[in-house]
């Protein structure tokens, strides 16, 4: 195998893609859904915080198409790191941005918070420490052995729960954020997905108000 690419390597690389922030996670014990590699690398994207404004009743037509775009731009760039690491003798399996809970799949926030990018708020979101929840992100498993960051398991909300207020249906349940504690315990995907299908016009599955509610969200 060759040794050449290290964590000033990749980061350059990412950083060449578009990503905004990313880091190392170890899957070791292995994160829920993950595939058999003892390093995940979580890759961050900002959405456009010009996009959000405007968003307090619901998603617009700007955030659908910034939706798609880092979509797009998340699988680009998970592809090139993919293609990378195999050229180089190592193994890698990118997760998709997105898909459905049907596909039973990886979740990305766990991949983000154990690398120490940030913390789940009281939406159920991931609060990245830069941008807030205002990102969309992706990860790539590989067996290059990229030293990890220190996983955060608490949340950092504290008294805030504007996203929990926001939200027209009420799904977020204003608790705070432990590692491993149930879905269930902290948000109502269900009441979300409802929600959600009121702005079928717009796109079906997509909304934002939690992502645009968060004070975090509009930081310079
Ligand atoms: C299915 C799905 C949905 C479902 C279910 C939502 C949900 N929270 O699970 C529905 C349709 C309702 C939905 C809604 C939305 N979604 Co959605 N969705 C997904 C998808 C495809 C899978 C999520 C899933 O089912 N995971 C399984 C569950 C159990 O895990 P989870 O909730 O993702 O995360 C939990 C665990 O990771 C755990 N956890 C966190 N850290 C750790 C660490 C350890 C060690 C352990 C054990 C556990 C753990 O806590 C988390 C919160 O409960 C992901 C993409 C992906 N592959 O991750 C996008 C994703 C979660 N969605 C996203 C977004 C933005 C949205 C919406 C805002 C819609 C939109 N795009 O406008 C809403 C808001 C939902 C919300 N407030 O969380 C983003 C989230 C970005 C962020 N900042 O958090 C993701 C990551 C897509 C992306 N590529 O960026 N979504």
Redesign the pocket.
């Known amino acids: 195998m060759s040794n050449d690419l290290d964590r000033h390597t990749i980061g350059h690389f990412l950083q060449s893609q578009g990503a905004e922030a990313w880091g190392v996670a170890a899957n070791e014990p292995a994160?829920?859904l993950a595939p058999d590699l003892p390093r995940a690398l979580s890759i961050l994207m900002r959405i456009d915080p010009g996009v959000l404004r405007g968003m307090r009743h619901g998603?617009t037509a700007e955030y659908r198409d910034e939706?798609r775009r880092l979509n797009r731009k998340?699988d680009d760039a998970t592809a090139s790191l993919t293609a990378l690491l195999r050229e180089r003798g190592y193994d890698a399996v990118a997760?998709p941005?997105?898909?459905?809970?049907d596909d039973g799949?990886?979740?990305?926030?766990?991949a983000a918070?154990?690398a120490g990018l940030g913390w789940?708020g009281k939406?159920?979101?991931?609060v990245s420490l830069e941008f807030g929840?205002a990102?969309?992100?992706?990860t790539v498993f590989t067996d290059l052995d990229l030293p990890p960051g220190d996983p955060i398991s608490e949340g950092r909300c504290g008294v805030c729960h504007a996203c929990a207020d926001a939200c027209p249906s009420g799904?977020g349940r204003d608790v705070q954020w432990r590692?491993?504690m149930p879905?269930e315990q902290?948000?109502d995907?269900s009441a979300?997905?409802r929600q959600?299908s009121q702005f079928g016009d717009v796109e079906p599955?997509?909304?934002?108000i939690?992502?645009a509610a968060c004070p975090l969200s509009h930081r310079d």
Do not use: D
């Open positions: 994160l829920p998603p939706y998340l997760v941005a997105t898909g459905s809970e799949p990886f979740s990305h926030k766990a918070t154990s789940i939406t159920a979101l991931f929840p990102v969309r992100l992706a799904c590692a491993g879905r902290l948000f995907a979300c997905r959600m599955q997509i909304c934002g939690c992502i």
